[in-house]
């Protein structure tokens, strides 16, 4: 048995093997493909990376995408010396999924990325599935003050935990020679993420159990020898909510006061229905995670194409999530070549207070100005004064329902309405957006996502790429994130109940 995921046959061309009922979701499991030999270090300096104009159908123009293959979760998050890292889940050579590597591309502001060859290929002790990565400044692995170490899972029969350094700011990486460091012979415990705990004076790793429903946390001084410190888990209904994955622990501020949040991806069992991010708020004392309420589940994005996503490690002050813009419903089918999948646009993550609560907040994060034009008056039912890829400002009033249209000259479009009583956005993702026949899970008549606020109006920020909408309310008490595939972009905007729209152009970053 190697890793189990859910998904359906269809999704990924991989062999089916069995079927395990629950509910009605079916346990699939698939084969991860023996690829590359190990070659100890990764030298990949040298390895060519495919040219693309990254105009073809479909195409992202402000969000990361590979220019070739396949691409699953962010991996290896880490801001260094003036540069964001960004390695990802990655098929070097197909366009499906298999053969995991970590994919790499690097950046100065989130925005514009530069893609580098491919950093860790699969070695004998399996496939490289997802992780993270830290700077060790004080050295206390012994690899040298500031190194890079980044850990992942070596999938194969069993998931354990391995890690590899950098010494050249991720160009070429050594993989540790006592991999793995957390050995195990469990098929379901992955997706390593470390950070340093003050208090503690140690490192912390959280890893999801998957099928096991929970996130242990284990501590090491040296990043080498770890040791299990405690487990989470939550009572949710285990036959209707989905294997826990890729989770992250974050200390943030919470009206002056420290609070601790708990990020983890479910699939199935999310918002919009297959892959979701949860979350839950509480502390961490150096050994425990605790809940401040289990009530189940708080989501992180009520749309169906933001999942796996973790924060940035050594960013200071600032808490940065990217997630993978894909749902594992029908990520495998969907209908773009010479690559699969793109990244969100980057978050900005703050905890606010909706209902007396503390809330998970997501904008874009502001360096998205980079590459914005000036804002202007929107035209209703006139091409915007826009190129590739857009933003609009909106103000909605509450006392009535209000809806706004994203079309373009083919006639498709993306339909929003404001339920005002319910205090709720509704998306339709249906036929009438553009190509949805790849997949039968892909077309959602209805994507509801409140908008946890109070007040007499909202302001709604919506970023348009040729292929997604990222809805906002302003502050981020509500994100609502959807791929779609339109023929060409949603260039036109109706709306009533709506006053006060702006565009202003992204400019693409390719
Ligand atoms: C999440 C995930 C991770 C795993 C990786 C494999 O999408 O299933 O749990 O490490 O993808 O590609």
Redesign the pocket.
Same mark, same amino acid.
């Given at each position: 048995m190697k890793f189990l995921?859910i998904m359906t046959a269809a999704m990924l061309s991989l062999p089916l093997l069995t079927l395990t009922a629950c509910g009605d979701d079916s346990k699939v499991e698939y084969i991860t493909a023996p690829e590359t030999p190990s070659e100890g270090e990764d030298d990949n300096s040298q390895e060519p990376v495919a040219s693309s104009d990254y105009d073809e159908l479909y195409r992202p123009q402000i969000h990361f995408t590979p220019k070739r293959n396949w691409m #699953?979760?962010p991996n290896g998050m880490v801001y260094n010396d003036g540069i964001y890292h960004l390695f990802f889940?990655h098929n070097p050579s197909g366009n499906d999924?298999g053969n995991?590597s970590w994919g790499h591309a690097t950046s100065s502001d989130m925005i514009h990325w530069e893609e580098q060859p491919v950093a860790l290929k699969r070695d004998e002790l399996g496939d490289i599935? +997802?992780g993270c990565a830290v700077i060790d400044k004080d050295n206390t692995a012994g690899f040298g003050a500031g190194a890079l170490v980044v850990f992942y899972?070596s *999938?194969d029969q069993y998931q354990q935990q391995s890690m590899a350094y950098s010494l050249d700011n991720g160009v070429t990486f050594t993989r540790y020679a006592g991999n793995p460091v957390i050995p195990s012979t469990l098929a379901d415990f992955?997706?390593p993420k470390v950070f340093y705990h003050q208090e503690s004076k140690q490192w912390v790793m959280a890893l *999801?159990k998957g099928w096991n429903y929970g996130i242990d946390f284990w501590g090491s001084s040296d990043l080498k020898s770890w040791k299990k410190l405690s487990e989470f888990t939550s009572p949710i209904d285990r036959c209707n909510k989905g294997q826990w994955?890729?989770p992250d622990l974050l200390r943030m501020n919470f009206e002056g006061k420290e609070k601790w949040v708990l990020i983890v +991806?479910v #699939?199935p069992g999310g918002p919009a229905g297959g892959s979701g991010t949860m979350y839950f708020v509480g502390d961490f004392d150096g050994t425990n995670f605790t809940a401040d309420s289990l009530d189940y589940p708080l989501w992180l994005d009520y749309g169906p194409d933001n999942? *796996?996503g973790v924060t940035w490690s050594n960013t200071g002050d600032r808490t940065l999530l990217i997630g $993978?813009m894909n749902n $594992?419903n029908y990520a495998g089918a969907t209908p773009t070549s010479p690559w699969r999948s793109a990244m969100t646009l980057p978050r900005e993550l703050k905890l606010i207070s909706y209902d007396g609560k503390p809330l998970l907040a997501n904008t874009v994060a502001k360096e998205i100005d980079g590459i914005a034009g000036e804002w202007k008056d929107v035209s209703l039912g006139n091409v915007m004064p826009v190129e590739k890829a857009y933003q609009l400002r909106m103000t909605v009033d509450l006392s009535k329902n209000g809806s706004f249209t994203l079309y373009n000259e083919a006639g498709e479009k993306a339909e929003f309405t404001v339920n005002a009583a319910a205090g709720k956005l509704i998306m339709k993702r249906n036929a009438s957006t553009g190509n949805t026949s790849f997949n039968g899970n892909f077309s959602l008549p209805s994507i509801q996502a409140p908008l946890n606020m109070e007040g007499a109006q909202v302001v709604l920020d919506i970023f348009v790429d040729g292929a997604s909408v990222e809805v906002f309310t302003e502050n981020g008490s509500m994100a609502l994130t959807a791929i779609v595939f339109p023929g060409s972009l949603y260039n036109m905007v109706s709306a009533d109940g709506i006053s006060d729209i702006k565009v202003r152009n992204l400019n693409r970053i390719w």
């Open positions: 995921n #699953n979760d889940q999924w995991m599935f +997802s899972t *999938a992955r997706d *999801a994955e890729c +991806s #699939n999942y *796996a $993978w $594992w």
